[in-house]
């Protein structure tokens, strides 16, 4: 079985501060791997995902993550963040037999002036 | 432009009553999946369906049931409401395995 962690429930920032949020899984098969970002009240949108290639991912809104097989880690980072990146971040994993995504438990992002 | 909708946004029940809430999708995704999110759990998967008439059951399915006559659409009914179900339920589908697209969720209180 697939598992996701997300060592920080919450990580505050200043405006215009580099950032990571941390993401490990667990799985005993070859993964695919997924940040998606939650605004308030809205539903989640995928930032970007690493299927296979080059281990350096770059999504939308200026963000990155990469896949560090040996440490089962596929940590997101941005290097200047904006009020606006203020939302809930979540890490998923999907094994290559099934289309099922296993979520951690998520990480708020709270960036202030 | 396509969407995914979910309707009611908001549901106040009671306990024990059969609620069911609604998922329609216009991108004619054969995929679909409805996940629950609650604070300190993240999003889990309730149940999720690879096409019409196929349904399975996910990591947290007891309680709940879905059917899938069509493409569009796969609403999720809570056959007998309880507190423990009290919590927001997003809809998502997929064309392929790697990127699902997210409804703007359900808030279900269940007093």
């Known amino acids: 079985a697939q598992s996701v962690t997300q060592l920080d429930s919450q990580v505050p920032v200043f405006e215009e501060a580099p950032v990571e949020l941390r993401c490990n899984y667990s799985s005993s098969v070859s993964v695919y791997l997924f940040w998606y970002v939650q605004y308030p009240n809205q539903g989640l949108q995928l930032l970007l995902k690493y299927l296979s290639g080059s281990t350096l991912v770059k999504g939308i809104n200026g963000f990155e993550a990469e896949f560090n097989k040996s440490q089962t880690s596929f940590h997101l980072r941005k290097p200047s963040v904006h009020i606006s990146d203020t939302a809930e971040y979540f890490c998923a994993v999907m094994t290559g037999t099934a289309s099922k995504l296993t979520f951690g438990t998520g990480t708020r992002l709270q960036v202030t002036l | 432009d396509a969407e995914i909708t979910q309707s009611p946004r908001h549901k106040i029940t009671e306990t024990g009553r059969q609620v069911t809430l609604a998922c329609h999708q216009t991108?004619?995704?054969?995929?679909m999946f409805w996940y629950r999110q609650d604070l300190g759990h993240g999003l889990r998967l309730i149940h999720y369906s690879y096409g019409v008439q196929d349904t399975n059951k996910g990591e947290v399915s007891d309680g709940y049931s879905v059917s899938r006559s069509n493409t569009e659409d796969l609403p999720l009914t809570l056959e007998s409401a309880a507190s423990s179900q009290t919590s927001v339920y997003f809809c998502?589908?997929?064309?392929?395995?790697?990127?699902?697209?997210f409804g703007p969720g359900t808030r279900l209180t269940v007093t």
């Open positions: 998502a589908s997929s064309v392929n395995s790697y990127e699902q697209y």
């Open positions: 991108w004619n995704h054969n995929n």
